[in-house]
């Protein structure tokens, strides 16, 4: 158990739904990231959160949004999902801006879009 | 963001050490560099970084050049268990994200 939780572990729905993502960063962490996966893209940066505030933003698509709460658990939502969306979404957490710390990761949903 | 280059698979031994590489020409002084490995349909794993000096944890580790272009990260006894894509990530600090590449398949023989 890396500390970091993700919800649900895996997710089957239909094109054109909407689906929402859960991460419970590491106790203490305040920066949370998303990352989406697929087969043929590798590990992509979607956007990051620190204590609230988006961060950075990678190529996240438009249907995509997220933000993060104040207990600091973090939301991805996926509309009008599309069969390019299946993929396994990660989170990771850090504790802070600053120096460089480790990133832990959580052991990610899997999105099937059918 | 600045660019690694790793070697797309390696083979090793098992219980025999393993140097994995990674070049970083284009490093700024103040990128850290880590290191992480991801097994199948798990999230990666944080093994090492550092920034200039040699680290070492219980996992591995982390030797860098003096001229911080290059790096190498060493597993002193292979086991089956370190089969996984490894992968060599520099990391400016203060939130910066995470960019990874293709990383490097290590396979571990038996």
């Known amino acids: 158990d890396s500390g970091v939780t993700q919800t649900p572990k895996h997710l089957i729905t239909a094109t054109g739904q909407r689906v929402t993502l859960r991460c419970s960063p590491r106790?203490?962490?305040?920066?949370v990231y998303w990352y989406q996966q697929s087969l043929d893209q590798g590990l992509q940066f979607l956007i990051q959160?620190?204590?609230?505030?988006?961060?950075a933003k990678g190529n996240i698509l438009e249907r995509f949004s997220a933000q993060q709460f104040p207990d600091l658990h973090s939301e991805l939502n996926l509309s009008s999902l599309e069969l390019g969306d299946s993929a396994l979404y990660f989170c990771?957490?850090?504790?802070?801006?600053?120096?460089?710390?480790?990133?832990?990761f959580g052991s990610g949903t899997r999105l099937t879009v059918v | 963001d600045a660019k690694t280059t790793q070697p797309n698979s390696m083979e090793s031994n098992e219980e025999e050490p393993v140097h994995l590489p990674c070049n970083h020409s284009?490093?700024?002084?103040?990128?850290?560099i880590h290191w992480y490995r991801q097994l199948p349909s798990q999230g990666p794993e944080y093994v090492i970084h550092?920034?200039?000096s040699n680290v070492n944890n219980r996992m591995a580790s982390l030797a860098i050049a003096e001229d911080r272009k290059s790096s190498t990260l060493i597993l002193h006894r292979a086991t089956l268990r370190d089969a996984a894509v490894y992968y060599c990530?520099?990391?400016?600090?203060?939130?910066?994200?995470?960019?990874f590449g293709a990383g490097t398949i290590l396979r571990v023989k038996s």
């Open positions: 959160y620190y204590n609230g505030e988006e961060r």
């Open positions: 284009t490093i700024s002084g103040t990128d850290y």
């Open positions: 106790s203490g962490d305040l920066s």
């Open positions: 990771a957490s850090s504790a802070k801006p600053g120096r460089s710390y480790g990133y832990t």
């Open positions: 550092g920034l200039t």
């Open positions: 990530i520099l990391d400016r600090g203060y939130g910066n994200k995470l960019v």
